[in-house]
């Protein structure tokens, strides 16, 4: 159960300290460069569906102005239609639009402790889904929408 991590260039830091937190617990994770300045609109659709296949897990580490720009929604759209589990790591704490009410943010480094509990918790609990995943059954969208519920409960109660 691979996660992906997507970051900006500006989330670099952010991104290194969660990529070896996951890894620490022996998480596999994946940390790509998604930026738009030197890539296509083309490059960066390929390579995001390349690695979203490859992962059952997405977080994405959102800056104020990544929230909102177009990609953002975007690369939730195809995660969520392939069923990924769906997370946001936002640091600086600003407003996320409206849209993206339905899925755990993470804004704290305690906020990953949580995110490897529910990781964890559902592999204890076999809704982890396997890969490669082919179209998405519905048992898959139901576990996700359960993993998405939880983490964001815990994020909230802050346990």
């Not at 083309?42 to 720009?69: K, N, P, Q, V």
């Not at 982890?128 to 929408?145: E, I, K, S, V």
Request: net charge neutral.
């Amino acid at each position: 159960m691979p996660v992906l991590i997507t970051y900006r260039h500006e989330e670099r830091l952010d991104a290194f300290i969660l990529n070896e937190r996951l890894l620490l617990e022996s998480i596999p994770a994946q940390l790509v460069l998604f930026d738009c300045q030197g890539q296509t609109r083309e490059d960066l659709y390929c390579s995001f569906c390349r690695y979203m296949s490859d992962a059952t897990h997405w977080i994405g580490l959102l800056s104020e102005w990544a929230a909102a720009d177009w990609w953002t929604p975007w690369l939730l759209g195809a995660a969520v239609m392939s069923s990924r589990r769906v997370s946001f790591y936002q640091r600086n704490g600003g407003a996320l639009p409206e849209c993206f009410g339905k899925w755990p943010v993470m804004r704290e480094r305690r906020h990953i402790d949580l995110f490897v509990r529910a990781y964890h918790d559902e592999c204890t609990f076999t809704r982890a889904m396997t890969l490669p995943p082919g179209r998405g059954t519905c048992a898959d969208r139901d576990n996700a929408d359960f993993f998405h519920a939880d983490l964001k409960a815990k994020i909230r109660r802050g346990f």
